[in-house]
């Protein structure tokens, strides 16, 4: 269920963690994002900081849909700033890198604004580069922003990508996504306090990427942030019990807030509830 860093790219479904972080500033663990990839194409869940460097590492570890200039489809689960803050470089990194194709963003409500004012922001830079000596003349500068609404959102040939309301905090609108692949459902929560959506979403799907934090160390954070946490996350307790519920076949925790104790730690908090195999991820880590 847990395969190497340095998987091959095969037609399998795998789902590569791009980026397992919060805002904390963990120099081992980049913002948020995960890569379901699918008969070589990479589809992302979320921009968090350093996506873009995390892709090529992934490409240097052998998974090839993961190459820079392959990166042209998000999928956007709130607009927190940890969520997208890497958006730019998503948006523009790989176009220098001879991306020829827009970049589709899909998100909810206010993702197009932000899309837009990026646009607006890098106005200067894309002027330079497009009418300037650099030789890509491309459109791969663009970005088309798709706003959702709970529902299929997208389908190909390779996925159909269904999202699902989630309880985050005071956004109005904040999503988790099921994938379902030739071979596999993946089920990505998002950040979410605990959500009957989850398990519904899931209900015995193979992999089910869910964030958490520790309840154990939950009790060493101001009373403030134990209030915020309560309201907008999910604890290792809570989350054994979604996923007794969900039954998937391998629970994967990302979004760790370890306050203290490490991915050993978290794993043991969820199995006390929970007797399903469950992996805390680090970073370029795949699972299959």
């Not at 190497?4 to 081992?28: H, Q």
């Not at 830079?125 to 529902?151: F, V």
């Not at 996925?159 to 459902?185: I, L, M, Q, S, Y």
């Not at 009957?196 to 992999?207: E, H, L, N």
Request: glycine share 8%.
């Amino acid at each position: 269920m847990r395969a190497s860093r340095a998987a091959p790219d095969t037609l399998g479904t795998r789902v590569v963690m791009l980026g397992t972080g919060t805002p904390n500033a963990d120099p081992d663990r980049s913002g948020p994002c995960v890569a379901v990839v699918v008969r070589g194409r990479a589809y992302l869940v979320d921009s968090g900081p350093g996506l873009v460097r995390r892709a090529a590492a992934a490409e240097r570890n052998g998974i090839a849909a993961l190459a820079p200039e392959k990166l042209d489809i998000v999928f956007i689960t709130h607009l927190h700033s940890d969520h997208t803050v890497g958006l730019p470089d998503l948006m523009f990194t790989p176009w220098v890198l001879e991306r020829h194709q827009p970049l589709e963003v899909y998100g909810p409500p206010g993702v197009r604004t932000m899309t837009d004012h990026l646009l607006a922001a890098y106005a200067e830079d894309i002027r330079i580069r497009t009418e300037g000596l650099e030789p890509d003349k491309s459109d791969g500068w663009q970005a088309h922003a798709h706003e959702i609404a709970a529902g299929v959102v997208y389908r190909d040939s390779n996925v159909t990508v269904t999202a699902f309301e989630v309880p985050h905090a005071n956004w109005h609108h904040a999503f988790g996504f099921r994938f379902d692949t030739p071979d596999k459902v993946v089920v990505i929560s998002g950040d979410t306090r605990p959500s009957d959506a989850v398990v519904t979403a899931c209900a015995g799907c193979d992999i089910l990427v869910h964030e958490v934090y520790s309840a154990d160390r939950l009790v060493t954070r101001p009373p403030e942030w134990q209030r915020y946490h309560a309201g907008a996350h999910t604890s290792t307790t809570e989350l054994a019990a979604i996923a007794t519920r969900a039954r998937p076949r391998l629970l994967v925790l990302y979004h760790q807030l370890f306050w203290g104790t490490d991915d050993e730690g978290l794993v043991r908090e969820v199995k006390r509830g929970y007797d399903g195999a469950v992996v805390s991820a680090k970073d370029l880590e795949v699972y299959r």
